[in-house]
């Protein structure tokens, strides 16, 4: 049972223009979400987070919404930079239930071109 | 601040051998996990540590797969025996005690082919 989706497996943006990356989740306890950045052959790094108490977060080009009644969230870059070019990777955590233990989607590749 | 070290980088076993994998988190993190990233697919986490002491390992298989964490530092994952759906990157993680807001920092990964 994948939790966490991401349906989008690739995604190509224009240089400079918005690239939206989206995950979807089914579990209604998930509180706490963030979003992992991994280039080839190096382990993901943490890219931004959003509490379930806020629906927004903004952290210079990258924002992260969060949809609770959709269970959607999605992370928005503007503007996209080749060096944005990775995998993106949505996670959940239920931290009142089970602590800090995350569950991750399946990926999505971004390719910026200049 | 050195970052989370895993070695060894890549290991070629055939099936039925047995692997071992190291990692050494960020100096002060009390809490480390292991996962494992299949081709195609998100990390899923096998084992969490805070300190020396297991906090889930519901995931891991555990007629094959066995971890330690010896001291509170450095960790051990090991594989006996490896099976071919064993082939995967096996990623190290490491964080402070859980707090709202922690972030887990990640480890370049083992990736292991089984034959």
């Known amino acids: 049972d994948q939790q966490v989706k991401q349906n989008s497996p690739s995604l190509s943006v224009q240089e400079g223009r918005i690239s939206i990356l989206n995950c979807d989740y089914t579990?209604?306890?998930?509180?706490?979400f963030l979003w992992y950045k991994k280039y080839p052959a190096e382990g993901p790094t943490f890219l931004i987070s959003i509490s379930s108490i806020k629906d927004k977060n903004e952290d210079g080009r990258f924002t992260v919404f969060l949809n609770k009644s959709a269970k959607h969230l999605s992370l928005h870059i503007v503007p996209s930079q080749p060096g944005d070019s990775a995998v993106y990777f949505c996670a959940a955590s239920a931290r009142k239930s089970s602590g800090d233990k995350l569950t991750f989607g399946t990926g999505t590749r971004l390719a910026v071109r200049p | 601040e050195a970052g989370v070290a895993q070695s060894p980088r890549y290991k070629i076993i055939e099936k039925r051998q047995s692997v071992a994998f190291w990692c050494n988190p960020i100096s002060g993190h009390a809490t480390l996990y292991w996962y494992q990233q299949i081709l195609g697919q998100g990390p899923k986490l096998l084992i969490q540590?805070?300190?020396?002491?297991?906090?889930?390992d519901s995931q891991l298989p555990k007629d094959r797969f066995s971890a330690e964490r010896l001291k509170g530092v450095d960790s051990t994952l090991k594989i006996q025996p490896a099976k071919l759906e064993d082939s995967a990157v096996y990623l190290c993680a490491s964080s402070l005690p859980p707090v709202p807001g922690d972030i887990q920092y990640f480890g370049a990964g083992t990736r292991l082919s089984v034959l």
């Open positions: 540590f805070q300190n020396n002491g297991v906090v889930d």
């Open positions: 579990n209604s306890m998930f509180d706490y």
